[in-house]
C-alpha cells in the first residue's frame, strides 16, 4: 500500500513539472527512437534475407577464374549428378541488366530456374519469345502495367520489346522487386550467352544435413568451382547485419553518453522548488528510505513511458514509414527498392535488449542524484525562510 | 569478435553494474571502517546517509546481474545460427567453453546478492544496527566476482568466431561423450528419478519439520540440503526431466527449455529451484544471527515467513518437474 | 508522574569541525509533562528553534540525551528517529511551509504516505483534521489561493493528521496580527483542552502571557536562564 501510494505522489508529481518532466523524455524517448529503429530494421533485414535465401537452391554451384565468377559449362552437369546425395543439378540462366533511362538495375532470370514460390504473380508467367514478367519496383520505376511493353537494349546494342504477361507482388520485397523474367531460351539470346555455358548451377541433395559434405565433394571434383550453402550465405547475411547493426549501436553510444550527462544534470540540478519539496516531505515524516522510493518510482515512470512511446515511434517509423535512410545505410546498397516495408513483428528478445541498453543507463546515472535529494536534512525546514 | 546488439547490451550492463558494485564496495568498506554508534554525532550522520548509498547501488547492480544472466542465456540462443552445428545456446557457450563460467559466475552473484539484500533489510530493522560493519565487509566478494563476470564476458564474445564448428546439446548432453555433462546426461535413468524423488520428498519433509520445530541444527541442516538440493535439482534437469520436458529420449539441453517451444516452462522451473535454494539458506543465515543480540526477535519472527517460502517454491518445482514424468505423452519406460 | 519529554544536558553544535562552528544549545536540561503547555522564550538567535528540532527528534545531540516516553532517541539511527517523530510530534513551522502547487487537502495527507493506512482511513483522518480547523469547505483549494491565516490553519491541519501527542509550534504568531493571534491560541487551548501537549517557540509576549500557557522557559545564548510558572 505505501508503495502504490508513493507511486501515486510520484506520478502526481513528474505532472506537477511538465517542463521538465517533457525535456526528459523527449530526449530519452528519441534516444529509443534510435536504437529501436537500428534494431528493428536490423533484425527486419534478417528476416528479409531468410525468406529471400529459403526459396532459393540448398546449394549453387559456381565457377571461378582467376579469382572471379565466371560462366560455367553446362558439361559439369554431368560430374555432379555422379555423386552420391545429390538428387537434382539444374543449370540457371540470370544476370544483371543496367536500364540507362532509369538509372536502375534489374535482374534478369530465366524462365526455367525460377524458384516455385515466385508464383504470388498478378496475370500469368510469360510463354514464349516477347513476354516477361516483371517485379512490382520495374513496374513503379517504368510506369508501366499488365499488358504494357518493356524495351529492353540487348548485348548487340539493339532495343527489344517484350509484353508484360505479369507482375510480382511477392511478400518478399527483396527478391522480386527488380526482376525481369523471360523464357531461357530468349534470356540467352538477350545475353548473347551460349547454350553450353550457364551462370551457375543450382544442387539438389536428399538430405539437407549433407549439404557441407556435398558442398566439399564438389570442391574435389570440380576444382575450380565454388560450392555455396544455402545455411553458410545465410550465416554471412546475419552476420553482416548484425555487424552493421553493432557499428551503429556503437556509433550512437556517443548519443547515449551526451543522454547519461543530460540525465544526471536534470536529476541532480534540484530546482528550489524540488528542494523545498523534498525538505518539506522529510520534515513530515518521510523516511530517506522513502524519497529514495518516490525518486526510484519517477525514474521507472518516466523510463517505461519513454520506453513504450520509444518502441511504438520505431515500429512506425521502421514498418510503415520504411525509414529510408537507416534502410540504406544498413542494407549497404539502395538500388530499386523505393522503401523497404518489413512484415512487422515483435520480438521480446529484441525488446530486452533495448530495455538493457537504455534503461541501465538512465538508471545508473541517476542513483547518486535521487540519493543526494533523499538524504535531505530534514532540520533545514526548521530553519527561517 | 561478435558486434551483436545483445552482446553489445551485455556488456554495457556487466560494466555498468561492475562499476556500481565497486563503487558501493568500497565505500562500504570505508563506512565499515569509520562505523562507531558511540562516535560524533554529525559523523555517524553522515555514514548512515552513505550506507543509504551503498545498499541502492548493490541492490541495483544485483538486479543488472539477475537480468544479465537472463540476457546472456538468450543471446547465446539468439546468436547460434552464427555457428557451424550450434542449435541453441549450448552451441554458442561450447564455441568458447568460457561461456560456462559465466553461467555460474552470474548464478553465484545473484545468490550472494539476494542474501546481502536479506540482510540488509534484516540490518536495517534492528535500531542497533548490529550487522552494520559485518554487511559492508561481506561486500568484499562480491568485488572479484563482478571483475571475473566482465572480464570473462569480454573474452567470451572477443573469442567468439564465427566460422568455428561447434558441438550442440547434441553432443554435448549425448550419453557417448565425456566430460561432466555427458556424464549427467549418461547417468542411468531409473536410479537417478529414484534419487532425485526421494531427495525431492526428502527435502519437503525437512522443510515441514523445520517449520514444527525450532531447534537450530534443525535450520543448518536445512540449509546444507538446499545447497544439496540444487545440485541435485540441476543434474536431474539434465539427466531426466528435460527429456519429458521435451517429449525427446535423447535431448537433454538445460536451455532450449526456457524457449516458447517448451511454453517458457524453465522459468518457473529454474525459479522455484532457486527461490527455494535461497529461502533455505536464509534460514541459516537467521539462525546465526539470531545469537546476536537485538537481533533475536526480529530474525525469529522472519523465520517462519522465509520457511513458508521454502515450502512453496518446493512444492511448485515439485509439481513442475513430476507433472510431465506422470502425466507427459512420452513413456521412457523402454529406457529403463 | 513521568514526562512525555526529559533532556539531559543537551548540547547541539552546527558544523562542529568547521571554523564557524555555533553552539546553538549549549547543555539544557528540561522536561515536559504530558498535556502540559510549555513556551520557549528567548530573543532571535537564543537557540529555541534548535531546542525544538531536538526535542520533536527532528535532528540528534551532539551530546547529551533525549528522552521521549521513557525512549532515548539520542542515539537512534535516522529512520528510527523519523518513526518517533511522525508518531509522536506535529509540527507547525514558522513558514508554514507548506507545498504550494498542492491541494490543500494534499498538502494534509503528505505526512500519511510513508504509513500503513488503506485509503478510507487516510480519507478519514484527512477530513477529521481538516474538520478541527475548520477547513472542511476549502479542502480542494490550493493552498496559494489561501490567506495567510488559512495557510497556518492548513499547516495545523497537517501536524494534526497523524494524531500526535505533542504539537510542535515555533513562532507562530509572527506573521499573524493580533486578531488571528488571539484566534490561533484559543484553537491552541482547545486543543490542549483535548489532551494535546503543546510546546511552543516565541518572543511575542501576547503568547507567553495568555493563561493557556502552564510554563515558560527561557532561554538565553543557547541557555537556559529562567523557568518558571506563567
Ligand atoms: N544550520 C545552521 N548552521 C549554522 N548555524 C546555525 C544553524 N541553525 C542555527 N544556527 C545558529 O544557531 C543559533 C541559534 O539559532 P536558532 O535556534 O534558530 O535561534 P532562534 O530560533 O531562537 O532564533 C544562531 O546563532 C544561529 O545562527
Ligand atoms: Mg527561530
Redesign the pocket.
Known amino acids: 500500500m505505501r508503495y502504490l501510494k508513493i507511486l501515486e505522489y510520484a506520478l502526481a508529481s513528474l505532472l506537477r513539472r511538465p517542463g521538465k518532466t517533457c525535456a526528459i523524455l523527449v530526449v530519452y524517448t528519441l534516444m529509443i527512437v534510435v536504437l529501436a529503429s537500428v534494431l528493428f530494421l536490423t533484425q527486419a533485414l534478417k528476416t528479409e534475407a531468410t525468406t529471400m535465401l529459403a526459396g532459393g537452391p540448398q546449394l549453387v554451384v559456381q565457377k571461378t577464374m582467376a579469382g572471379r565468377h565466371e560462366l560455367i559449362p553446362v558439361s559439369a552437369v554431368e560430374k555432379l549428378v555422379e555423386i552420391p546425395g545429390v538428387k537434382a543439378v539444374k543449370p540457371r540462366v540470370w544476370g544483371y541488366y543496367y536500364d540507362a533511362l532509369t538509372g536502375t538495375n534489374y535482374t534478369l532470370q530465366g524462365f526455367d530456374t525460377l524458384a516455385n514460390e515466385l508464383s504470388l504473380l498478378n496475370g500469368r508467367l510469360p510463354r514464349e519469345e516477347g513476354e516477361c514478367a516483371i517485379g512490382a519496383g520495374v513496374a513503379r520505376s517504368r510506369l508501366i502495367h499488365l499488358q504494357d511493353e518493356l524495351i529492353l537494349i540487348d548485348y548487340d546494342n539493339i532495343g527489344r520489346i517484350f509484353t508484360v504477361t505479369g507482375v510480382f507482388v511477392s511478400a518478399a520485397d527483396l527478391l522480386t522487386q527488380d526482376l525481369v523474367v523471360m523464357p531461357e531460351g530468349p534470356l540467352r539470346q538477350f545475353f548473347g550467352m551460349p547454350d553450353s555455358l550457364a551462370t551457375d548451377l543450382a544442387v539438389e541433395v536428399y538430405n539437407p544435413n549433407e549439404v557441407d559434405t556435398i558442398a566439399n565433394k564438389i570442391k574435389r571434383s570440380l576444382p575450380d568451382s565454388r560450392p555455396i550453402t544455402q545455411s553458410e550465405l545465410l550465416r554471412t547475411y546475419h552476420a553482416v547485419f548484425d555487424w552493421r547493426g553493432g557499428m551503429m549501436l556503437a556509433l550512437f553510444s556517443s548519443a547515449l553518453m551526451a543522454f547519461c550527462i543530460l540525465a544526471w544534470d536534470k536529476a541532480t540540478g534540484l530546482s528550489a522548488g524540488e528542494r523545498r519539496e523534498i525538505g518539506i516531505l522529510k520534515a513530515v515524516g518521510w523516511d530517506t528510505g522513502d524519497v529514495l522510493l518516490l525518486k526510484l518510482w519517477e525514474g521507472l515512470a518516466l523510463s517505461l513511458l519513454a520506453f513504450l512511446s520509444g518502441c511504438l515511434i520505431a515500429f512506425i517509423l521502421v514498418f510503415w514509414w520504411g525509414t529510408p535512410v537507416l534502410g540504406g545505410i544498413l542494407r549497404g546498397w539502395s538500388v530499386l527498392f523505393p522503401a523497404l516495408r518489413p512484415t512487422p513483428f515483435i520480438d521480446f528478445y529484441q525488446l530486452g535488449t533495448l530495455a538493457f541498453l537504455t534503461i541501465i543507463p538512465y538508471v545508473a546515472s541517476t542513483v547518486i542524484p535521487a540519493w543526494r535529494a533523499a538524504v535531505t536534512d530534514p532540520?533545514?525546514v526548521?530553519?527561517?525562510s | 569478435m561478435i558486434l551483436h546488439p545483445g552482446v553489445l547490451a551485455l556488456l554495457l550492463g556487466g560494466l555498468v553494474s561492475l562499476l556500481m558494485l565497486s563503487a558501493g564496495a568500497l565505500l562500504g568498506i570505508r563506512i565499515a571502517r569509520r562505523w562507531n554508534p558511540d562516535g560524533a554525532e554529525a559523523d555517524q550522520l553522515s555514514l548512515e546517509r552513505r550506507a543509504w548509498l551503498v545498499a541502492v547501488l548493490v541492490r541495483w547492480a544485483i538486479v543488472f546481474e539477475a537480468l544479465s544472466l537472463l540476457l546472456f542465456i538468450y543471446t547465446a540462443e539468439v546468436i547460434h545460427p552464427l555457428f557451424v552445428g550450434a542449435m541453441c545456446a549450448t552451441g554458442t557457450l561450447n564455441a568458447n567453453p568460457i561461456g560456462w563460467h559465466l553461467i555460474w559466475i552470474k548464478l553465484l552473484l545473484f545468490l550472494l546478492g539476494g542474501l546481502w539484500m536479506v540482510l540488509n533489510h534484516l540490518d536495517l530493522q534492528c535500531p542497533e544496527a548490529p550487522l552494520t560493519r559485518f554487511k559492508f565487509i561481506a561486500l568484499i566478494p562480491f568485488l572479484p566476482l563482478a571483475i571475473a563476470d566482465l572480464t570473462l564476458m569480454v573474452i567470451y564474445f572477443a573469442g567468439l568466431e564465427p566460422e568455428v564448428i561447434t558441438s550442440c546439446c547434441g553432443a554435448l548432453f549425448s550419453s557417448g561423450g565425456d566430460g561432466l555433462a555427458s556424464e549427467l546426461a549418461a547417468l542411468p535413468l531409473r536410479p537417478m528419478m529414484i534419487v532425485f524423488y526421494a531427495g525431492l520428498a526428502a527435502y519437503g519433509c525437512l522443510v515441514l519439520l523445520s517449520l514444527l520445530s525450532r531447534r537450530p541444527w534443525m535450520h543448518y541442516l536445512l540449509a546444507l540440503a538446499s545447497g544439496l538440493f540444487l545440485v541435485l535439482g540441476l543434474t536431474a534437469i539434465v539427466s531426466f526431466i528435460s527429456l519429458y520436458i521435451y517429449e525427446l529420449p535423447t535431448h537433454h539441453c538445460p536451455f532450449d527449455m526456457l524457449q516458447r517451444s517448451s511454453n517458457f516452462v524453465g522459468y518457473p522451473i529454474y525459479l522455484s529451484l532457486l527461490g527455494a535454494t535461497i529461502c533455505g539458506l536464509v534460514q541459516a543465515m537467521l539462525e546465526y544471527l539470531c545469537r546476536i543480540p537485538g537481533l533475536s526477535v526480529i530474525t525469529s519472527r522472519a523465520q517462519r515467513p522465509w520457511l513458508l517460502m521454502t515450502l512453496f517454491f518446493w512444492m511448485l518445482f515439485a509439481l513442475l518437474t513430476g507433472w510431465p514424468v506422470l502425466f507427459g505423452p512420452l513413456a521412457m519406460t523402454a529406457y529403463f | 508522574m513521568n514526562p512525555l519529554i526529559r533532556t539531559e544536558e543537551v548540547c547541539k553544535t552546527?558544523?562542529p569541525r568547521k571554523a564557524?562552528a555555533?553552539?546553538?544549545?549549549a547543555g539544557i536540561t528540561m522536561q515536559v509533562a504530558s498535556g502540559e503547555a510549555v513556551v520557549l522564550k528567548?530573543?532571535?538567535?537564543?537557540?529555541?528553534?534548535?531546542?525544538?528540532?531536538l526535542v520533536g527528534c527532528m535532528t540528534r545531540p551532539t551530546s547529551g540525551r533525549v528522552i521521549v516516553t521513557g525512549e532515548e532517541v539520542s542515539r537512534l539511527p535516522e529512520r528510527f528517529l523519523t518513526l518517533v517523530r511522525r508518531r509522536t510530534f506535529g509540527f507547525v513551522f514558522q513558514q508554514y511551509h507548506l507545498i504550494p502547487e498542492l491541494s490543500v487537502r494534499d498538502n494534509v495527507m503528505l505526512p500519511l504516505y510513508p504509513e500503513r493506512l488503506s485509503a478510507n482511513e487516510m480519507g478519514r483522518r484527512v477530513a477529521a483534521a481538516l474538520a478541527e480547523v475548520e477547513l472542511t469547505g476549502l479542502a480542494r483549494r490550493r493552498v496559494t489561493e489561501l490567506s495567510g491565516g488559512e495557510q497556518q490553519r492548513v499547516a495545523i491541519a497537517r501536524a494534526l493528521v497523524n494524531e500526535p501527542r505533542v504539537l510542535i509550534a515555533?513562532?507562530p504568531t509572527a506573521h499573524l496580527d493580533s486578531r488571528l493571534s488571539t484566534v490561533l491560541l484559543e484553537r491552541f487551548a482547545a486543543l490542549k483542552q483535548a489532551g494535546l501537549t503543546l510546546v511552543i517557540?516565541t518572543h511575542d509576549p501576547q503568547v507567553y502571557t495568555h493563561p493557556l500557557v502552564d510554563r515558560i522557559i527561557e532561554?538565553h545564548d543557547?541557555r537556559l536562564c529562567k523557568e518558571g510558572g506563567a
Not at chain 3, 42 to 53: A, D, F
Request: hydrophobic share 30%.
Open positions: 532540520d533545514e526548521m530553519r527561517a | 552546527y558544523h564557524d555555533t553552539q546553538a544549545v528567548g530573543p532571535s538567535g537564543s537557540g529555541k528553534t534548535s531546542l525544538l528540532s515555533d513562532e517557540a532561554l543557547g
